[in-house]
Antibody, heavy 121, light 112 residues
Framework: EVQLLESGGVLVQPGGSLRLSCAASGFTFSSYAMSWVRQAPGKGLEWVSS????????YYPDSVKGRFTISRDNSKTTLFLQMNSLRAEDTAVYYC??????????????WGQGTLVTVSS | DVVMTQSPLSLPVTLGQPASISCRSSQSLVYSDGNTYLNWFQQRPGQSPRRLIYMVSNRDSGVPDRFSGSGSGTDFTLKISRVEAEDVGVYYCMQGTHWPWTFGQGTKVEIK
């Protein structure tokens, strides 16, 4: 059974930094691309970042490019999201998601339960 | 960025009746490999999103066959043949063909 368990979400001040983790199990982690998707309170879904199975390719939307960094440790089957220069508009539940593909992420097929990040003074 | 436009945004449905959600993209979702990476997700109240359909019309394992996806190019549809109480929630289309990935606004399905 695929399991994705996010952690690291807390209350942080604007301008601060945070690192989210996603512990994966139940599948061959290194064989699949992974992504982060967020959902602001009461709002829709927004893609945040993706990484290929080997970690050599990463993807970001303009809204987080230069501030967020996605990475993975395949030996520990864990996905990370380093978030710097946080803004109030980054407040959201952050979901970790497994993709159905290795090199060309296109479709997240399993999602974690999410971790809440609140950016506020 | 590719804009995904869903309609309607709110869909009251009678139990046992069909429901249909439209999703239109601002440009073609056909990728260079010939595939169309259009997905549908269901998010029940208080839960994480769950993928129902991938590549326009492929149903995920465990998804009831009352859910079906169709369409091509820029025009896509999710249909529920007979709505059940457990289908209440928000449904999102999402394109994975072009970076950045983009989602529709979501369609809230509720029981009349």
């Amino acid at each position: 059974e695929v399991q994705l368990l996010e952690s690291g979400g807390v209350l942080v001040q604007p301008g601060g930094s945070l690192r989210l983790s996603c512990a994966a199990s139940g599948f061959t982690f290194s064989s699949y691309a992974m992504s982060w998707v967020r959902q602001a309170p009461g709002k829709g879904l927004e893609w945040v970042s993706s990484i290929s199975g080997g970690g050599g390719s990463t993807y970001y939307p303009d809204s987080v490019k230069g501030r967020f960094t996605i990475s993975r440790d395949n030996s520990k089957t864990t996905l990370f999201l380093q978030m710097n220069s946080l803004r109030a508009e980054d407040t959201a539940v952050y979901y970790c998601a497994k993709d159905q593909d290795y090199t060309n992420p296109s479709s997240p097929d399993y999602w974690g339960q999410g971790t809440l990040v609140t950016v506020s003074s | 960025d590719v804009v995904m436009t869903q309609s309607p945004l709110s869909l009251p449905v009678t139990l046992g009746q069909p429901a249909s959600i439209s999703c239109r993209s601002s440009q073609s979702l056909v990728y260079s490999d010939g595939n169309t990476y259009l997905n549908w997700f269901q998010q029940r109240p208080g839960q994480s999103p769950r993928r129902l359909i991938y590549m326009v019309s492929n149903r995920d394992s465990g998804v009831p066959d009352r859910f079906s996806g169709s369409g091509s190019g820029t025009d896509f549809t999710l249909k529920i043949s007979r709505v059940e109480a457990e289908d209440v929630g928000v449904y999102y289309c999402m394109q994975g063909t072009h970076w950045p990935w983009t989602f529709g606004q979501g369609t809230k399905v509720e029981i009349k």
